[in-house]
């Protein structure tokens, strides 16, 4: 156990830095600039039971201090995400991966997951519950305790590796839904995602992104994600992962006092694509600075 | 693809909107002409990807418009500045394909990658066919440069103000080998019709990250999703599939 080492679940990572999905597709863009093994993990691309395009473009736009997205999922589909992505991922990360699924029904979430459990480089479940529920008048899943509840006990039926859920924070209560998956059997809680929001375009008068809202992301909506990260990993007793607007060593260690057992780094990737690497190599110079001997000692300090 | 520290050695304006900046620094990543960077400007979370239009050692230089705050930006930053700059980014074109006597056909801001396309291919010795469209004469640049280079140039202006009255469609040679070109959506369309040699298209959309990360500028085509950033930007004439 290094300095840095925390336990995830029960899986032991060299350090708490974890690309977030959406960020770091399956691996390979970011292996061809450094070696990724250094990663503590990676979430990788969220992933669906039927292959995605996702949303129309424009899909992305500036703001201060982030971006929105509105990407809409794309992916190639779990099947092709196993066939294909999985195995050039397993050439340049050696490590287990978090697998990062979504779906439009519970039925979804059980499915893509029960064909994800069979592979053997997948250590985590990161189920994204942010997305619409088609039979449940569309309204997100991460919305509703009961149905964040229902998707956290559909996939806990068809897997024994750990299962996160990972919730959105465009909720009133967010510990009441933190408490209610963990209730339903989540070995621990990643949070948040993205804050909806959107832009104006002042020359065409029009929304910038063209499924008019998205998903807001970047430093900006730090002081928001450490807010929840403290409040839900003061009222459940499982591992939380904290992410939102993290770009450097000292966030990191920000989330880990207010709570995180890992930390999620999700839009500085695609602005500083050697974030991650970057963030691991200055983590010990940060803990000499503020006296800090192991990671793992500070998880929850600041409650 | 290479994150590197370039240095300004020029910043100025060509015409009232559009601008060009010179940079030193190690360009060793951009393997093909129509590849583009990606720039990092204090104030702006999103980098600025912005096409390569020429490459001498270590110069680049890149040609501009100014079309919101980010790029008002760059164009008041003064030589002697450093700029954070991902190189090296897209697919470029292919020069293998142009055949005996390629055109040339940009529109706009959609002109610069082609100078660096047209530079190359005339050092293969070959005859460089260059039609440039613009709105109107204030907005014409770098028609003089395509001429040192020995190519046969063409302008087009729509309201006539310089060169022909029109659009690039206007003006077409009888026959070409193939055409390489950049420029507004709608342009591309039009000369995706009017040409009838194959081709190849750089097109434009708005991105996260410009590597290939985040699916943010993702388009349809007949062989399936591509990256516009990674994948692209520039797209073969089978390949296309239109919006409508």
């Known amino acids: 156990m290094g300095r840095l080492s925390v336990n995830l679940c029960g899986i032991p990572l060299d350090n708490p830095v974890i690309p977030a999905s959406g960020t770091f597709g399956y691996g390979y863009e970011f292996a061809?600039?450094?070696?990724?093994?250094?990663?503590?993990?990676?979430?990788?691309?969220?992933?669906?039971?039927?292959?995605?395009f996702g949303n129309p473009t424009p899909r992305i736009a500036e703001c201060t201090?982030?971006?929105?997205?509105?990407?809409?999922?794309?992916?190639?589909?779990?099947?092709?995400?196993?066939?294909?992505?999985?195995?050039?991922?397993?050439?340049?990360?050696?490590?287990?991966?978090?697998?990062?699924?979504?779906?439009?029904?519970?039925?979804?979430?059980?499915?893509?997951?029960?064909?994800?459990?069979?592979?053997?480089?997948?250590?985590?479940?990161?189920?994204?519950?942010?997305?619409?529920?088609?039979?449940?008048?569309?309204?997100?899943?991460?919305?509703?305790?009961?149905?964040?509840?229902?998707?956290?006990?559909?996939?806990?039926?068809?897997?024994?590796?750990?299962?996160?859920?990972?919730?959105?924070?465009?909720?009133?209560?967010?510990?009441?839904?933190?408490?209610?998956?963990?209730?339903?059997?989540?070995?621990?809680?990643?949070?948040?995602?993205?804050?909806?929001?959107?832009?104006?375009?002042?020359?065409?008068?029009?929304?910038?992104?063209?499924?008019?809202?998205g998903g807001f992301s970047g430093p900006a909506i730090f002081p928001v994600a450490l807010r929840m990260v403290y409040q839900v990993s003061k009222a459940v007793k499982v591992p939380v992962v904290g992410m939102g607007g993290v770009r450097s060593a000292r966030d990191v260690v920000e989330m880990m006092l207010a709570g995180a057992t890992a930390v999620e780094v999700g839009a500085e990737n695609l602005v500083n694509p050697y974030a991650c690497r970057d963030i691991i190599n200055d983590l010990p110079s940060v803990m000499d600075e503020y006296h800090i001997e192991t990671l793992e000692s500070i998880i929850g300090g600041a409650h | 693809m290479k994150q590197g520290i370039f240095e300004i050695t020029a910043n100025r304006p060509l015409t009232g909107t559009v601008f060009e900046m010179r940079l030193k620094g190690d360009t060793s990543a951009i393997t093909a002409p129509g590849q583009f960077v990606n720039?990092?400007?204090?104030?702006?979370?999103?980098?600025?990807?912005?096409?390569?239009?020429?490459?001498?050692?270590?110069?680049l230089t890149l040609v501009y418009k100014t079309v919101g705050e980010g790029t008002s930006a760059m164009s008041r930053l003064?030589?002697?500045e450093r700029l954070d700059v991902l190189s090296g980014l897209g697919n470029g074109y292919d020069m293998s394909c142009s055949g005996d006597e390629p055109l040339l056909i940009g529109g706009g801001v959609g002109v610069p990658p082609l100078y660096l396309l047209a530079k190359r291919l005339r050092a293969q010795g070959r005859p460089v066919t260059v039609i440039l469209g613009f709105n109107t004469a204030g907005e014409v640049f770098y028609e003089d440069r395509f001429r040192e280079l020995g190519c046969g140039v063409t302008?087009?202006?729509?309201?006539?103000?310089?060169?022909?009255?029109?659009?690039?469609?206007?003006?077409?040679?009888?026959?070409?080998?193939?055409?390489?070109?950049?420029?507004?959506?709608?342009?591309?369309?039009?000369?995706?019709?009017?040409?009838g040699a194959s081709g190849q298209f750089s097109f434009e959309e708005r991105m996260g990250c410009g590597f290939g990360a985040c699916m943010g500028?993702?388009?349809?085509?007949?062989?399936?999703?591509?990256?516009?950033?990674?994948?692209?930007?520039?797209?073969?004439?089978?390949?296309?599939l239109w919006d409508d």
Request: net charge positive.
């Open chain 2, 155 to 195: 302008v087009t202006t729509v309201d006539g103000s310089c060169g022909r009255r029109g659009f690039v469609t206007d003006t077409l040679p009888d026959s070409c080998s193939y055409v390489y070109t950049c420029g507004p959506e709608p342009m591309l369309k039009a000369v995706f019709r009017a040409v």
């Open chain 2, 39 to 59: 720039l990092r400007l204090d104030g702006f979370y999103l980098r600025r990807p912005i096409s390569v239009c020429d490459l001498e050692g270590d110069e």
């Open chain 1, 65 to 213: 201090a982030g971006m929105i997205n509105a990407v809409g999922l794309q992916n190639p589909g779990v099947v092709r995400v196993i066939s294909e992505e999985l195995p050039r991922l397993g050439k340049c990360f050696h490590k287990p991966v978090m697998a990062n699924v979504s779906g439009f029904s519970v039925e979804d979430y059980a499915y893509t997951c029960a064909l994800l459990d069979r592979e053997p480089q997948v250590g985590w479940f990161e189920v994204n519950v942010s997305c619409p529920n088609v039979h449940g008048g569309g309204m997100s899943f991460g919305t509703d305790p009961r149905a964040a509840a229902e998707v956290t006990k559909a996939v806990r039926r068809v897997t024994s590796k750990p299962v996160l859920v990972k919730l959105s924070p465009n909720v009133t209560d967010i510990v009441s839904i933190a408490k209610a998956c963990v209730d339903a059997g989540a070995d621990g809680i990643s949070l948040i995602n993205t804050l909806l929001g959107m832009r104006i375009s002042l020359k065409t008068r029009r929304p910038v992104i063209a499924n008019t809202m």
């Open chain 2, 217 to 240: 500028c993702s388009c349809k085509t007949v062989t399936g999703y591509k990256r516009i950033c990674k994948d692209g930007p520039v797209l073969r004439k089978e390949e296309i």
């Open chain 1, 32 to 52: 061809e600039l450094y070696d990724i093994n250094i990663l503590g993990t990676f979430s990788f691309k969220g992933t669906t039971r039927e292959a995605r």
């Open chain 2, 78 to 80: 003064k030589a002697g």
